[in-house]
């Protein structure tokens, strides 16, 4: 699987973004590939924190308790497309967003779960 995000950048305390992770894979349409794409973020200086994921089979969610409310994650199996919305966001949400995929479909927030990492989106807050 190869990941690439987009959708980051320079934002106010405030607003709002749609981060977006497109999946795409050699294998064929009809394989039957099933995964969990998790949303994960690393601040300056902090660990990684996985802050959303979603699952393929049923799309049941999970969001880190610092982000529930304010991040929405969705996917579009028919485009092979995630996207997190983040609204309300504050400088804490500094940071380079990544979403990774795992291919046992746990849907958990642990990084080391997921198999495939895309290289990242930076998200910048400030004033």
């Known amino acids: 699987l190869r990941l690439v995000e987009s959708g980051g950048g320079s934002v106010q305390p405030g607003g709002s973004l749609r981060l977006s992770c497109a999946v795409a894979?050699?294998?064929?349409?009809?394989?039957?590939?099933?995964?969990?794409i998790g949303w994960f973020r690393q601040a300056p200086g902090k660990e990684r924190e996985g802050v959303a994921c979603?699952?393929?089979?049923?799309?049941?969610?999970k969001y880190a308790d610092s982000v529930n409310g304010r991040f929405t994650i969705s996917r579009d199996d028919a485009n092979n497309m995630i996207y997190l919305d983040i609204k309300n966001l504050t400088p804490e949400d500094t940071g380079i967003y990544y979403c990774?995929?795992?291919?046992?479909?746990?849907?958990?927030?642990?990084?080391?779960?997921?198999?495939?990492w895309g290289q990242g989106t930076q998200v910048t807050v400030s004033t």
């Open positions: 894979s050699d294998l064929p349409e009809d394989y039957g590939l099933y995964y969990t």
């Open positions: 979603i699952e393929d089979n049923g799309h049941s969610t």
């Open positions: 990774a995929a795992d291919l046992d479909d746990h849907n958990i927030l642990i990084d080391v779960q997921y198999d495939y």
